[in-house]
Nanobody, 122 residues
Framework: QVQVVESGGGLVHPGGSLKLSCAVS????????VAWFRQAPGKEREGVSC????????RYASSVKGRFTMTRDNAKNIVYLQMNMLKPEDTAIYYC???????????????WGQGTQVTVSS
């Protein structure tokens, strides 16, 4: 059974940084897409970033481009999201999803984690 587990969320001041991790088991990350989505209270789930593991090409939402970086640890089957210069509007539950195409359509991804809370507040 495929498992997707996020970690690394927390409370941070505006301008601070956090690094989220997404560990995937029972599913090879050799040639697939892993994505990060987020959902703030009262808002729809939105795509933040995704990476194609075959060539490590990435795509970012315009709201996070230049501040967030997605990388992959091949040996550990883990994908990371480094978030810098965080803003209050980045506050949301962050979800990792795997197995989709390069897409910010959440229904394209079959495997999901439970999410990790990120709160940006002074």
């Amino acid at each position: 059974q495929v498992q997707v587990v996020e970690s690394g969320g927390g409370l941070v001041h505006p301008g601070g940084s956090l690094k989220l991790s997404c560990a995937v088991s029972e599913f090879s990350l050799d040639d697939t897409v892993v994505a990060w989505f987020r959902q703030a209270p009262g808002k729809e789930r939105e795509g933040v970033s995704c990476i194609h593991t075959r060539d490590e090409s990435t795509r970012y939402a315009s709201s996070v481009k230049g501040r967030f970086t997605m990388t992959r640890d091949n040996a550990k089957n883990i994908v990371y999201l480094q978030m810098n210069m965080l803003k209050p509007e980045d506050t949301a539950i962050y979800y990792c999803a795997a197995g989709g195409p390069i897409s910010f359509t959440w229904t394209d991804y079959p495997f999901w984690g439970q999410g990790t809370q990120v709160t940006v507040s002074s």
